[in-house]
């Protein structure tokens, strides 16, 4: 194990994104542990407000993320600099992404529908945080041998090829597979070669007369939409705790 973790972490300098990776999700947990408690008056915890402004966690957040950041780009990969601003960018993204949706609408909707929406956001970045630890490299540069390296003309056809996946995916509006295709190219190829999203960039301006794609399309992204919505809000309620109810039936804020 010793030698594994030399080899796989330590040598290619991967310690501080494994400790901001973790910080990050150590953050995410004790943060909805908190404020669930909070939700229920259980605790010693309370809101932290000033002169009768509530102040989010995303506010310190966004401190600590820059701090975190900045530090981490002036001290490499390497030393214990690196590792400590590692932590602090990883606590800061934690508490920053906990409150995505606050970000996104601009809106307290912490313990709303729309707040479900900070939760996948930050199980997605930790997923992708991980793949580069696994070994993953952006767009498939980790398969590539060392002579298709020394032929530059074939490296660079690999890589636009395996970027252009990644562009259609997106534009057939599955932003999940596009990102984890940035990493892993056959999820890419995947996303690419299926029919697009109802709704998606491809689907408006390719699919205009194309009625029979249009309806594979919709009854497609149907079956899908009823088969996974379910696990997914399960997941959500158990991580985020949106199944929960506060005193008196009404929701409080984080």
């Not at 990050?24 to 932290?48: C, E, M």
């Not at 809106?107 to 991980?130: F, H, I, N, P, Q």
């Not at 398969?143 to 298709?148: G, K, L, Q, S, Y």
């Amino acid at each position: 194990m010793g030698h594994w973790f030399s080899r796989n972490i330590l040598e290619p300098g991967k310690l501080p994104m494994l400790l901001a990776l973790t910080s990050f999700v150590l953050t995410f947990l004790i943060t909805r542990t908190v404020t669930r408690l909070i939700r229920a008056g259980k605790g010693p915890f309370r809101n932290v407000s000033s002169g009768g402004l509530h102040i989010h966690h995303v506010v310190p957040g966004v401190v600590l993320a820059v701090l975190g950041g900045f530090g981490a780009v002036a001290s490499g990969r390497h030393g214990v600099g690196a590792a400590v601003f590692a932590v602090v960018f990883g606590i800061g993204a934690g508490l920053v992404l906990d409150e995505f949706a606050l970000i996104l609408h601009l809106d307290d909707v912490y313990w709303s529908e729309e707040g479900r929406k900070s939760v996948e956001v930050v199980v997605l970045t930790a997923a992708l945080m991980l793949l580069p630890l696994s070994g993953f490299s952006p767009l498939g540069v980790d398969d590539v041998t060392e002579e298709e390296r020394q032929n530059r003309v074939a490296f660079i056809l690999s890589l636009v090829l395996d970027f252009l996946l990644v562009l259609v995916t997106l534009v057939k509006g599955k932003l999940r597979m596009a990102l984890i295709g940035v990493f892993v190219p056959f999820v890419a190829l995947v996303g690419a070669v299926r029919l697009a999203r109802p709704g998606s960039w491809w689907w408006r301006h390719l699919y205009g007369r194309r009625h029979r794609a249009r309806a594979r399309g919709t009854v497609r992204a149907y079956r899908h939409d009823k088969r996974w919505t379910r696990v997914r809000r399960k997941v959500q309620d158990l991580i985020g705790g949106f199944q929960e109810r506060a005193p008196g039936g009404g929701s409080t804020p984080p």
